[in-house]
């Protein structure tokens, strides 16, 4: 079998002309959704992030507010900027582009974000909402995932899905959200002792680990799901996913490529949650 590609880009390009199309209609209500993007220090991956968070704002008719700052700026200096932020109307998400230096504790600075306008969900309240059910913002890149899965007509209730990755920004929510639509869920981490006897038994396998080949053919069942969080460079130097990816295509029905696959995805689900936020605001 040689699997269906999940094109990231292709429906990115779909889901970013509807979010335009909702910010069209905002702005012909007055409101024009606006982003705030922080970036501390000059991380060069950081840098690239925010360059493309706020192009594609721009290009969808969205407001964005980059601020740079110097790796220097207190941590206090850091929550007053927040503050601010959260006290303006003209924006409706904020983002704190992570990571923050080592001198600010980041945890603290998500928490100083409102709610309303945590649009990264990374706030303990949106965390909350998720594990209840209740509104929130989901975070970026598992919402990316869930909405790949939506544009495949996958129907994941009875389904087994294995995450392998319990990161606070991916694993956890990704496991979540995948329960929320009725699978049985396994998470799977570094102390997962046979890691191929779980992956064996999925009809999904979302890999959001950061380790290249992590997921190779043979732990794949034939005809599962593959979605490859994982952005690593190969020895080219060139992106690549968690996922052998020329093996795993021949076994899996589907699967997203790296470049191309749930990186777009993770920007488009941005603009989603910052144009829930101005229209719930
Ligand atoms: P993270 O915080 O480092 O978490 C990695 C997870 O993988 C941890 O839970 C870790 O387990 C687990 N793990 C490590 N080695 C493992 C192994 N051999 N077998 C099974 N599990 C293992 O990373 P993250 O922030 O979740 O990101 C994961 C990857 O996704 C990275 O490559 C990152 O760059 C990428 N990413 C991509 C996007 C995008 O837009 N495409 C967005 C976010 C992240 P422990 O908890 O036991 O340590």
Redesign the pocket.
Known sequence: MTAQLIDGNALSKQLRTQAAERAAVLKARGITPGLAVILVGDNAASQVYVRNKVKACEDNGLYSLLEKHEATLTEAALLARVEALNNDPSIHGILVQLPLPAHIDAQKVIEAISPLKDVDGFHIASAGALVTGMPGFWPC?PYGCMKMLESIGYDLKGKHAVV????N???KPMALMLLQKNATVTI?????PD?KAMTLQADVIVA????RN?LTADMVKPGAVVLD????RNDEGKLCG?VDFAGVKEVASFITPVPGG??PM?ITMLLVNTLEAAERA
Do not use: F, P, Y
């Open positions: 890149t392998i990755g319990r990161s920004i991916v694993g799977c981490h570094s102390g997962t890691l959001a680990v950061g380790k992590v969080v994982g952005m690593n968690d749930v990186g993770t």
